[in-house]
């Protein structure tokens, strides 16, 4: 797959993926009296790209197989993650905990063929990404914003001169916010997508789908966040039309409405991210739960 190259400055290159494939995603390239690379999951002529370019600064967004791909193999010294997301990138014990499978799937042979399917692979992350951070390349700076919510370690990375941030998983794609994971959590995210309301930032390079959003920024990031909005009203309705128990709740699909295939993946991402969206409506008392019934207040 040919990826697209945008040259963003003299020291700022997004490698774009065309379109969305896993375990790949868009990716940002610093070359700066220090190099930098933003998520590692460049298809093919991506790894070209990088192959003899030395990676002072590997900086990872979150804990996710399609960001980190192909780290194991680039010319690197240090790695940088936060540690809320290291587990699930260096054990894959953690990986599997972290996506519901210990909780939801009993049968360890399924745990086996995801695993196997995704083609896991462990890094080593030597160094934690932490909000405030400021990486300074030399002419470029980078500052680290901690977005939770998709993941609890989740980050972006504003580029202040440049004025734009690089939002990872928060990718603004019609698909909707993602938070399948046992730390993922619908407050965080929402204060997350609120964080970048409030930045107004010139341009946002996401890491799923067209890279470069210059468009309408803020009615594409309110609409991206209204889908969560709309997902939870969904959950309020099945509740209202007598599904009380989460797989009740999760047989109405209220998050993915048609489940894309692997459907049997997404139907346990559907569980995990309607547990999200319940916790939150337990937290800000518009649901009670009595022995895994939940019931509207
Ligand atoms: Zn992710």
Not at 88 to 103: P, V
Not at 212 to 222: D, G, H, M, Q
Request: glycine letters at 6%; one cysteine or more; aromatic letters at 12%.
């Amino acid at each position: 797959m040919a990826i697209l190259i945008h040259k963003l400055s003299r020291h700022i290159t997004v490698l774009e993926l065309p379109r969305f494939q896993f375990p790949y995603c868009n990716c940002v390239w610093i070359d700066d009296d220090r190099t930098g690379l933003i998520d590692s999951s460049p298809p093919a002529d991506g790894q070209n790209f990088l192959k003899d370019r030395p990676i002072d600064l590997m900086l990872q967004s979150h804990g996710h197989l399609d960001h980190y791909f192909l780290t194991p193999y680039l010319n690197t010294a240090h790695v940088y993650m936060h540690p809320a997301d290291q587990p699930m990138a260096q054990s894959a014990d953690a990986y599997l905990e972290e996506f519901g499978f210990n909780l939801l799937v009993s049968d360890k042979r399924l745990h086996k063929m995801y695993m196997e399917a995704i083609n896991y692979r462990t890094i080593t992350v030597t160094d934690p990404l932490y909000e405030g951070q400021v990486f300074d390349l030399g002419h470029v700076k980078v500052e680290v914003m901690h977005l939770p919510g998709h993941s609890a370690g989740h980050c972006g990375f504003f580029f202040p001169e440049q004025d734009f941030v690089f939002t990872a998983d928060l990718d603004l794609s019609a698909f909707g916010p993602w938070y399948g994971n046992l730390k993922s959590n619908i407050a965080d995210l929402l204060n997350s997508l609120d964080r970048l309301l409030e930045l107004k930032p010139g341009f946002v390079v996401s890491g799923h789908g067209p890279a470069i959003v210059k468009e309408n920024v803020p009615a594409r990031l309110k609409a991206y966040r209204d889908i969560i909005l709309y997902r939870e009203q969904r959950i309020l309705d099945c509740i209202r039309r007598g599904h009380h128990t989460l797989p009740e709740i999760a047989r109405c699909l209220p998050c993915y409405q048609k489940l894309p295939p692997p459907e049997k993946v997404f139907l346990l991402y559907e569980y995990i991210m309607d547990m999200a969206h319940l916790d939150h409506l337990i937290k800000t008392g518009r649901l009670g739960c009595e022995n895994g019934h939940y019931f509207l207040k």
